[in-house]
Nanobody, 120 residues
Framework: QVQLVDSGGGLVQPGGSLRLSCAAS????????MGWYRQAPGKQRELVAR???????NYADSVKGRFTISRDNAKNTVYLQMNSLKAEDTAVYYC??????????????WGQGTQVTVSS
């Protein structure tokens, strides 16, 4: 009933920038939080940035000052602007959203993931 479609990944050189987008659609009543996680090969999935409906934002320490999360609530979309990218940012990035549907169920939803590769 709910779909998250994330996009914007790609190959970029160290020091470069990328902007990820994630749009939620379907039987949505409320979106309580939207954010981004990432998973590098051989590592656990980790939080990158998260924005709640109360405008509280959390960043992983490793991306503070380089990444910026923003939301367009009218479009049910979340963005991740990534600047000064480093090789260690290479991972699959997943959009996540805490959503209440028209069935009055509140669940976590995930996008399909978008690959970000930082390499010269």
């Amino acid at each position: 009933q709910v779909q998250l479609v994330d996009s914007g990944g790609g190959l970029v050189q160290p020091g470069g920038s990328l902007r990820l987008s994630c749009a939620a659609s379907g039987s949505i009543v409320s979106i309580y939080a939207m954010g981004w996680y990432r998973q590098a090969p051989g590592k656990q999935r980790e939080l990158v940035a998260r924005s709640t409906s109360g405008n509280r934002i959390n960043y992983a320490d490793s991306v503070k000052g380089r990444f910026t999360i923003s939301r367009d609530n009218a479009k049910n979309t979340v963005y991740l602007q990534m600047n000064s990218l480093k090789a260690e940012d290479t991972a699959v990035y997943y959009c996540n959203a805490d959503i209440e549907t028209t069935l009055r169920r509140r669940e976590d939803y995930w996008g399909q993931g978008t690959q970000v590769t930082v390499s010269s």
